[in-house]
């Protein structure tokens, strides 16, 4: 007896110890809800209890920017944004999921498919076939609740123009789309963080300046160029209209050697048309932001420039 009660309690031990193996390596396997991102009431109602948002009503309904969809409760990447469509329905629409990441499962009403992060398990919404509605003929219906966003990150780039008193070379240049944004400052001198006061004393080196960030995808280096030629007279020495002295001549601060070879080529052709050009190019050097209250003088003011009209010129 007592050899068969020691052999029953071996097997008992090795029975508990696979289970607790079992369900130790279950667990590794799975995150603990503290590992995900806190949801508010209403986003637990849709993606935990499988609850739907009211057509229309999701911020993503009419969304059409460039980046990814991802999950809200774990941040794991579900649709690409050239894969939305819209579809009419008042709900986000894609025709393609990121490959292994959107779970395809019956629904409980037994018509429909769910469709689940595959990371987290978070309700999604559901994917519909046959309704032509793309060439991939599928169609991802998704709670703009159960999404975040992560924008395309955007390719800049820099330009740096001087061409007389600031405010007008940036009036003028802001009229270009493809500019993201544009700021007045001084560059080219001697001193570090020269003010406004300074530089009008001429003996700075400085000369007024707009740095450009723009959209290369939207607008190339050259239109913009293009423009700061017609935009003002490239022809006077140290001055524009009636602003005389070196901190108002014509300049170019190129950033690169594609740069340049743009600007040289762009100059030669004024000059083949008979132009006197005396516009210098010069590597750019620090550019020092401009006090705020020359920031986007004439926005702020209103007005258009004194100096700086529109002359075509190629």
């Not at 090795?14 to 986003?43: A, C, H, R, V, W």
């Not at 780039?157 to 544009?182: H, M, N, P």
Request: hydrophobic share 30%.
């Amino acid at each position: 007896m007592a050899r068969r009660r020691t052999k029953k309690t071996i097997q008992s031990y090795f029975i508990y110890l696979s289970f607790g193996l079992f369900l130790t390596i279950t667990l590794q396997g799975q995150k603990s809800m503290s590992d995900y991102n806190k949801l508010t009431p209403e986003e637990a109602r849709v993606i935990l209890n499988k609850g739907t948002e009211r057509p229309f009503t999701g911020k993503f309904d009419k969304h059409d920017k460039q980046g990814t969809y991802t999950c809200k409760q774990c941040d794991a990447p579900l649709y690409r944004s050239t894969d939305k469509f819209d579809s009419g329905c008042g709900w986000p629409s894609f025709d393609d999921e990121i490959p292994g990441a959107v779970k395809h499962v019956p629904d409980a009403d037994g018509r429909r498919t769910e469709i689940l992060c595959a990371n987290c398990n978070g309700h999604l919404g559901h994917v519909f076939v046959g309704e032509k509605f793309t060439d991939k003929d599928t169609r991802h219906c998704v709670n703009s609740i159960s999404l975040n966003f992560e924008p395309a990150t955007l390719k800049t780039e820099r330009a740096i123009f001087a061409s007389g008193c600031f405010w007008g070379v940036e009036y003028q240049l802001q009229k270009l789309d493809g500019i993201i944004s544009t700021t007045v400052g001084y560059t080219g001198g001697h001193i570090p963080n020269p003010t406004y006061k300074q530089v009008c004393t001429g003996r700075t080196g400085h000369a007024e300046a707009v740095e450009v960030v723009f959209d290369p995808s939207k607008v190339s280096y050259e239109t913009i160029a293009r423009l700061y030629f017609e935009t003002h007279d490239p022809t006077q020495v140290d001055g524009q209209g009636p602003d005389i002295g070196e901190q108002y001549r014509s300049e170019i601060f190129y950033l690169s050697n594609e740069q340049k070879v743009v600007s040289e080529k762009l100059i030669k052709l004024l000059k083949k048309k008979g132009l006197d050009v005396v516009t210098e190019l010069s590597p750019a050097s620090t550019f020092y932001d401009a006090e705020d209250y020359h920031q986007d003088y004439y926005i702020k003011k209103g007005g258009t420039p004194y100096c700086h009209a529109y002359t075509k010129r190629f």
